[in-house]
């Protein structure tokens, strides 16, 4: 993960090349030792519990489909994202690398809205009252929610939405609708998900009463999928823990 990190380039989203990665040397101990197999051996059991952790997250994003779908079967009229009285919608500004910080306050997010790519001590938002939905401009089409009081800076490749009036839209829920919009308008690295084609957005809604009560269904289920996350984690912290025991 270090050489990762050292190696990669780029700051939108950063990666590692075919080069890069043939130039990484791996250390292999001698088979006649029997380290080799005690590593197999050890991780396959971390193994086990990753894969165990990442189809429970399958299973549940089914779920949260299933539960998307039957609400959004249940729309009463649509509404445009250009509704100043509903929407506010921005997008952030240039991030220099030299912004970057190791322990800054805010996290930075650009097309990539599910993985922050460095920290800063400063955000182009000064307000994190409410909850946010970040959408990448000129990656995939990611959307994402984002809740309230968790400081971060949007870069000029991540648009912002809040939503202003809660009795009409939950904010939670509008994320899925507006991922199914993107997705039909094929938005991508190619068809960029500009502020201007987002406003032309119009999102089939239910009742408020049918969004709020699917957003509690949906935050239940997204706290099973950070736990199951932190799992993932953990595994990924184990087997590196295995990795170094027998290889240094």
Known sequence: RSWVVSTRGGSAQPNINAQQFASFKIPVPPLESGIQQ??????????KKYQEAYNSIDIIKNEIELLMETSQSQVLNSIKLDRSDLFEISIGRRVLKSEIVENGLYDVY???????FGKANHSVISDFSSPSILWGIDGDWMVRFQESEKPFNPTDHCGVIRVLDETV????YLVYPLLKAGEAERFSRSNRASTERVKSLSLMLPDIDVQNKTAQQLLILEKKIEKLKNKIYECT???QEILDKYLK
């Open 169 to 172: 839209v939950n904010p939670r």
């Open 38 to 47: 005690a590593l197999v051996k050890d991780c396959m059991l971390i193994d």
């Open 237 to 239: 912290v184990k087997k």
């Open 110 to 116: 650009s097309a990539n809205v599910f993985e922050p």
